[in-house]
């Protein structure tokens, strides 16, 4: 074998990388196995206040907080609901343990150093850019290569490190009296006699009360009608007895 040969053939696997592979959505991304903990299925995570929105809250991981992001979101991309294929993949980047939310962990596979190319457009245009480390060619399939230092920014990292600081007891109760709270703040406003009655308006109240007020120009106009009908009754069976008593009168010779 050819000395050259033999150089670049060890140049190649020294470049080939192990990568644990799993997809968000229609989007396959790969990460090094070597900053990979642990894959465990979606289990019920705590919620603590005043977090950003794509921190879904911690876990009790066998004693360990582990702060759980929801990547898609961090990404930028729509985050869908947990199902049975949802997973968590617990990594460690410097000093932080994080469990990220994927939608399917699907396999582990080495990839040669020359398979892996600059990010295309296409890619970048949906996904900021720091976060990639390049795409990974398979045949028909990309595997786009994320660094994890960068998408765990300095200052997310540091929020994550406050948080894992804390007392795990502590954190469950704080997240148990935000639930807690926010469920009672519902009940009570289901249980408000008449809030969603709406009350009418003035103006609707002076109306009503305008109709059921009796009309009293229509009732006087009434009686001055019939008083006239009576006059004219009067009048008319006055002249009627006049024309009878003419009739009656003898004719005179």
Do not use: H
């Not at 979606?42 to 919620?47: A, G, L, N, P």
């Not at 190319?117 to 949906?126: C, D, Q």
């Not at 009940?187 to 308006?201: V, Y």
Request: no cysteine.
């Amino acid at each position: 074998m050819p000395v050259g040969t033999d150089i670049e053939g060890k140049e190649k696997n020294r470049d080939e990388r192990q990568l644990v592979v799993f997809r968000i959505g229609q989007e396959e991304f790969g990460v090094n196995i070597d900053e990979v903990r642990e894959i465990i299925r979606m289990e019920k995570v705590t919620q603590i206040p005043n977090t950003p929105g794509y921190i879904k809250g911690v876990i009790n991981l066998r004693g360990n907080i582990i702060v759980v992001i929801d990547l898609a979101m961090k990404l930028g991309f729509s985050s869908k609901e947990t199902d049975k294929d949802t997973r968590i993949i617990v990594i460690k980047v410097e000093d932080n343990t994080v469990g990220m939310v994927v939608d399917y962990a699907t396999e582990v596979l080495r990839l040669a150093g020359d398979k892996i190319e600059p990010a295309p457009a296409i890619i970048t245009s949906k996904i900021e850019a720091d976060y990639i480390e390049g795409v990974g060619v398979l045949d028909e399939r990309l595997l786009t290569l994320l660094d994890l230092a960068k998408v765990l920014k300095a200052k997310d990292a540091e929020y994550i490190r406050t948080i894992q600081k804390q007392d795990p007891d502590k954190i469950v109760e704080v997240g148990k009296g935000q639930i807690a709270g926010k469920e009672k703040e519902e009940d009570s406003k289901l249980q408000e006699p008449g809030e969603n009655k709406e009350e009418p308006k003035a103006g609707e109240k002076e109306e009503k009360g305008k109709t059921q007020e009796p009309d009293t120009k229509a009732e006087a106009k009434t009686g001055k009608k019939k008083e006239e009908n009576t006059e004219l009754q009067k009048s008319g069976e006055a002249e009627k007895e006049a024309i009878i008593g003419k009739k009656e009168e003898p004719i005179s010779a």
